[in-house]
């Protein structure tokens, strides 16, 4: 179902298919709730009990958001993360073993975001693109590009800034703490990552319609049946 106000089809619409594909704010929220579980039971009763008590609320969620017809693939994939999850602190045989999924995978995103930036492709510029069914003519704004490395550097940020604190919390094996930094640096951080992208991204967007170019696909040439074979200088007979 497309938002209020949007047609089926324009941007708008496909932002928001996007966003639910992601699993929202909602399944931010979601994704923290095996960590709440885990991190106590694994302190009062140990790392098996944690692990079954962590799948079990994640199974729990995905009935749950199944059953309120939610969209599939963000419940699948949250619960296939916590079972990864899991089954790495079980193969570490410690409870801060859960974590290691989420740090490097900080890691990975920071650096691919920063290299995009580094070799003048943000990444966030690409995402808009796509999202909106824009071609690329927006890399010849540079306006637009500074918004969009803007835009990036930000989430380079965010994942490089969890990377730094929960890597550290791992080795002085602080796995209260760990729990903690998951969260506090989960929904939050992306949150105002995602409000700092939106206002780069409605900048980069004044800077292209300043520049005269939408960005959308070209559209086709007008074939009018008027138009057709006309040609372009028609002289008039001299009349004398």
């Not at 699993?23 to 009062?44: C, D, M, R």
Request: proline share 6%; charged share 15%.
């Amino acid at each position: 179902m497309s938002p209020p106000g949007a047609e089926p089809g324009k941007p708008a619409g496909r932002a928001h298919a996007v966003l639910e594909q992601m699993g929202g704010v909602s399944g931010l929220i979601y994704s923290s709730l095996p960590v709440v579980a885990f991190v106590p039971i694994s302190q009062l009763f140990g790392l098996t009990s944690a692990i079954v008590t962590a799948l079990a609320v994640a199974t729990l969620v995905l009935i749950w958001r199944l059953a309120r017809r939610e969209s599939a693939q963000p419940a699948v994939s949250g619960f296939f993360g916590v079972g990864v999850c899991a089954l790495i602190a079980y193969l570490v045989g410690e409870a801060k073993g859960y974590f290691l999924l989420g740090i490097w995978s900080s890691l990975a995103w920071a650096t691919v975001f920063g290299l995009s930036v580094l070799i003048r492709r943000p990444v966030v510029g690409y995402i808009w693109a796509l999202v909106n069914d824009r071609d690329r003519d927006w890399r010849r704004v540079p306006a637009a590009v500074r918004a969009f490395d803007l835009a990036t550097l930000v989430w380079v940020a965010v994942f490089a800034s969890r990377f730094i604190v929960q890597q550290r919390l791992y080795d002085a094996d602080e796995t209260g703490w760990l729990g903690f930094a998951r969260i506090a640096m989960g929904w939050p951080l992306t949150a105002l990552g995602a409000l700092i992208t939106y206002l780069a991204i409605r900048s980069a967007q004044k800077a292209i319609h300043g520049r005269g170019g939408s960005g959308n696909r070209p559209a086709p040439a007008d074939d009018s049946p008027g138009d057709a074979g006309a040609p372009e200088d028609v002289r008039q007979p001299d009349i004398h």
